[in-house]
DNA sequence: TCAAAAGTGTTATTACTACACCCATGT
DNA sequence: ACATGGGTGTAGTAATAACACTTTTGA
C-alpha cells in the first residue's frame, strides 16, 4: 500500500549495514572494545563490529546478531545511536551505517570476545587509534551520548555486576565523566536517593575492611524517571 | 575497500525512506504538520511527509529535500530522530525508515505549505488523528525526545521568530512542557541567565502597554551548554 | 602497628518554589 | 476610567559543593 505514497517508482534499494559500539569498564577506565582484521585484506586495520542487514531481518536484530556472534552475553544494554547516511562514507560504496552502542559489565566475568578473523581488543577512550571509515566519528559521537545520557539514566550500572559497592559504582561514574567525585557527596546523594538496595554482606577483594554490596533498585529509578533525577555528581 | 570488512558477498539492497516529522506553535499549542492524500489510492489518510532516499543522496540530504519541497523555509532546524528498520513496518515491502524531526516558526510568516497530491494541516498534539504505518510511534517519539530535549537545549526559541517577547518564549515553554509556568520565575531565571538580549523596542501587537522584544543571545548559549544549563521551568 | 581502603557530618552557597500587586496604555 | 496584558520582589526550602578525620582489618 504505502508503494504510492511513497513513489516506489523512483526508489532504488541500497546497502544497509549495523556497527556497534561497545563500551566497558576496566581498570577504572572507560573502555572501548575494537577488533582488527588478522587476515588479508584491510589486515592491522581498526575498526568496530558491523554486519549487512539482512532483508528479512530487522535492523535491531542485526546490531544484536553483531554482538551475540561475539560473546555469549545475554541482556546487553544496547540502543540505537545514529544513522550514518553521507554517500561517500564507504569508501567501498554507498552503505547506510545504523551504528548501535552498548555497554558491557567486564569485570563480572571477563570473558573472551571473539570475532572471526578479528582480534578483539578493549582500548580506553583516550587512547583510541585511527579507526576505518567514520568509525572514529561514530565513536566520538556516542562517548557523548552515553555522557548524556549518564546524566538523566541510571547507565553507570549497566556497567557493573549485578551486585556491587559504592566506590566501585564512584569509579564507574569517573569513568564515564571524566572527572574526580567527591566521594562524601556521591553517598550521600546516592543514599538519600533510595536508588541502592543494600545487601547483608560485603566485598573483601579490594580492602581488608571491605565495603558493603549493593544492588539497583529499579522500583526508585522507575519513580525517579518521572520526576526528571540527575544523576551527575 | 570496506567490502571485504563488510562481507559484502551476503549482502542484499534495500529500500531507504526518510520522513520528517514537523512542529510548530500556533495559537499557544504545540502542532504536527500532517498529511492528506487527496488522490487515489489512499486518498484519505494522514501521514507524515517522507520520500525514497536516492543512491547518490546522503540520507540528511533527503531529509532536507523534503521539506524544501515543502515551502521555502530556509535555516529550518532539523535533527535526526530515529531508523525504524523493522521488516514488517512497512505493508508494502521492506522500507527502512530513518525519521528526521524539526521545528517551524510559524508564527513568523504564516506561509502555506505545499505538497503535492497533499493537503498539509497543522493539528494540536493532543489530537493527531490516526497516521498511516508506524507514523504514529515515530511521532509520539519525537514528541518525547523533543521535550527531553528542551531540558538542555534551547529549542524553544527555534519555534519563535528571532525576535521575540518573554510572554511568547514562555507560552512556547508551556506548550511545550505541557504545563503552566510562573511567569516570575520564568523571567527571573531567563533574565540572570543572560541568554536574552534586550532590545530598544517594543510589540504592541498583544498589548496596549507592550512588550520588549529581545532576541537569542548565542554566545551566552554556547558558554552554558558547557556547564549544563538546564532550561526547564 | 601500620598501610590501605571504607565510611562519616557540617557549613556556605546557590538554585528553586510559591505567591500578589502595581504599571502603562489604548479605547 | 477601566480593562488588558506586562512587569516586578521576597522569603522559605531544597540541592549542591567544599572540606578532613576516624574505622576496620589483614599482613
Given at each position: 500500500m504505502s508503494k504510492l505514497l511513497h513513489n516506489y517508482n523512483n526508489a532504488e534499494p541500497q546497502l544497509i549495514a549495523v556497527d556497534c559500539i561497545v563500551f566497558g569498564v576496566e581498570d577504572n577506565q572507560l573502555q572501548l572494545l575494537i577488533f582488527k582484521r588478522?587476515?588479508?585484506?584491510?589486515?592491522g586495520e581498526w575498526s568496530l563490529l558491523g554486519s549487512f542487514v539482512k532483508p528479512n531481518e530487522d535492523v535491531s536484530a542485526a546490531a544484536k546478531r553483531v554482538l551475540e556472534e561475539l560473546s555469549d552475553l545475554k541482556d546487553i544494554y544496547m540502543e540505537q545511536l545514529h544513522c550514518y547516511g553521507?554517500?561517500?562514507?564507504d569508501s567501498g560504496g554507498r552503505v547506510i551505517s545504523i551504528a548501535y552502542w552498548s555497554l558491557i559489565?567486564?569485570?563480572?566475568?571477563h570473558e573472551e570476545f571473539h570475532a572471526e578473523n578479528h582480534i578483539a581488543k578493549w582500548v580506553p577512550i583516550d587512547q583510541i587509534p585511527k579507526l576505518v571509515l567514520d568509525h572514529g566519528k561514530m565513536v566520538e559521537d556516542a562517548i557523548e551520548h552515553l555522557r548524556e545520557r549518564a546524566r538523566f539514566h541510571?547507565?553507570?550500572?549497566?556497567?557493573?555486576?549485578e551486585e556491587f559497592t559504592i566506590p566501585q559504582l564512584l569509579k564507574v561514574y569517573e569513568a564515564i565523566f571524566d572527572h574526580k567525585i567527591d566521594d562524601r557527596n556521591f553517598r550521600k546523594k546516592l543514599l538519600k536517593s533510595d536508588l541502592l538496595i543494600q545487601l547483608p554482606k560485603k566485598d573483601k577483594t579490594t580492602s581488608k575492611k571491605g565495603s558493603f554490596l549493593y544492588k539497583f533498585n529499579q522500583e526508585t529509578y522507575e519513580r525517579l524517571l518521572q520526576s526528571g533525577y540527575n544523576f551527575e555528581f
Open positions: 588478522e587476515v588479508e585484506p584491510l589486515a553521507n554517500v561517500d562514507r559489565r567486564v569485570n563480572q566475568t541510571p547507565v553507570g550500572f549497566e556497567l557493573l555486576p
